[in-house]
């Protein structure tokens, strides 16, 4: 049942007509919860909010699977947007982009371009770029792109699936960039991932732990305790130094573990926010099923 609901939801998340449909209205549906509003005055708030609790933020400007020139330049320049007011306000962020928001589903050469004003312009004012991983088929067009700019500007690092057969290989190309390790969010083929919780657990943690050991940098992006609790004592044993790793959640869900995690270890929250709520809203609905509350809390407080 809940593998279902899964493909149900992730089926409802790439559906063109209702993501068309959805960025006409508001936040709908209790999104309202897990997405931090539609305009930058609204995210400001929340960051500035979130850093009084020594809370940094990831802020994505929600947008994925663009198709057309002029919707990616739009992405473009919100980004660079919420980069000048990040620098402006001295905010405790940096930011989480999707690279089939900036064209790369339609050109390649184009959406580089597009990510190295963004990349080049946080350069200057030291803020870091995540790229966001998804589906396999940009996967590897993406650590191309990421890896590119890397040659020319530090401060970029992308994301670990650990779903992927691959995900270790993955992993130790970028041993020497900052990395967020999760799960894997998307519908990917039993030839290519493994599709068995337990799993995709037992490789997420050998992941992460390989990535404290010989990385960079480790953000640690997962609502599990059991993970984190994991963590946790291998840190702790291994005496790995706190300025080496932060633990990361989204906006909205276990709100009283992140400011508990908070108080003890770097802490980072990924604070999306944007018209394009839908897609993303739907894909926290397919991993976790329960989430269908926050719908339901919304329908009945009307
Ligand atoms: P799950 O496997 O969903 O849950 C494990 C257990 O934790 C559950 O059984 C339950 O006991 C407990 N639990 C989980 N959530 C809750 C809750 N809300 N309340 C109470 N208990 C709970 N995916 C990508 O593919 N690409 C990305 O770039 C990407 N970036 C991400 C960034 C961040 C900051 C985070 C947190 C996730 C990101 N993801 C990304 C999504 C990720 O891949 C997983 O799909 C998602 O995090 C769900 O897996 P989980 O590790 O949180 O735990």
């Given at each position: 049942m809940a593998v279902n609901l899964r493909d149900f939801f992730i089926a409802l998340s790439e559906n063109k007509v209702l993501i068309a449909g959805a960025q006409k209205f508001g936040l709908r549906l209790g999104a309202q919860s897990v997405v931090a509003g539609t305009n930058v005055d609204e995210v400001v708030k929340t960051i500035k909010r979130l850093n009084n609790q020594n809370i940094s933020c990831t802020v994505d400007n929600?947008?994925?699977?663009?198709?057309e020139e002029a919707e990616a330049l739009e992405a473009k320049k919100n980004i660079l947007n919420v980069i000048e007011v990040i620098h402006a306000e001295k905010l405790d962020a940096h930011i989480s982009l999707k690279p089939t928001q900036l064209g790369l589903n339609f050109d390649?050469?184009?959406?580089?371009?597009?990510?190295?004003d963004i990349v080049g312009t946080a350069h200057k004012y030291g803020i870091f770029i995540n790229f966001d991983t998804e589906t396999h088929e940009t996967l590897y067009e993406s650590f191309d792109l990421m890896e590119r700019l890397h040659e020319e500007?530090?401060?970029?690092?992308?994301?670990?699936?650990?779903?992927?057969?691959?995900?270790?290989?993955?992993?130790?190309?970028?041993?020497?960039?900052?990395?967020?390790?999760?799960?894997?969010?998307?519908?990917?083929?039993?030839?290519?991932?493994?599709?068995?919780?337990?799993?995709?657990?037992?490789?997420y943690l050998k992941l992460i732990e390989y990535h404290l050991?010989?990385?960079?940098?480790?953000?640690i992006a997962t609502h599990d305790h059991n993970v984190i609790a994991h963590v946790e004592k291998f840190v702790k044993e291994n005496n790995i130094s706190h300025d080496k790793f932060e633990f990361q959640m989204l906006y909205g869900f276990r709100t009283e573990m992140q400011e508990d995690l908070a108080t003890?270890?770097?802490?980072?929250?990924?604070?999306?926010?944007?018209?394009?709520?839908?897609?993303?809203?739907?894909?926290?609905?397919a991993e976790r099923p329960q989430n269908m509350e926050l719908v339901v809390k919304q329908v009945f407080n009307k």
């Open positions: 929600l947008g994925e699977f663009v198709f390649k050469e184009f959406c580089y371009n597009n990510l190295r500007f530090d401060n970029v690092g992308t994301v670990i699936q650990s779903y992927f057969f691959n995900a270790q290989e993955n992993i130790e190309r970028f041993k020497d960039y900052r990395l967020r390790i999760v799960k894997g969010a998307y519908k990917e083929p039993a030839d290519l991932a493994y599709t068995d919780k337990a799993d995709i657990d037992a490789n050991l010989h990385g960079k940098f480790t953000s003890q270890y770097n802490f980072c929250t990924y604070l999306p926010f944007g018209k394009d709520w839908y897609g993303y809203f739907m894909r926290r609905l």
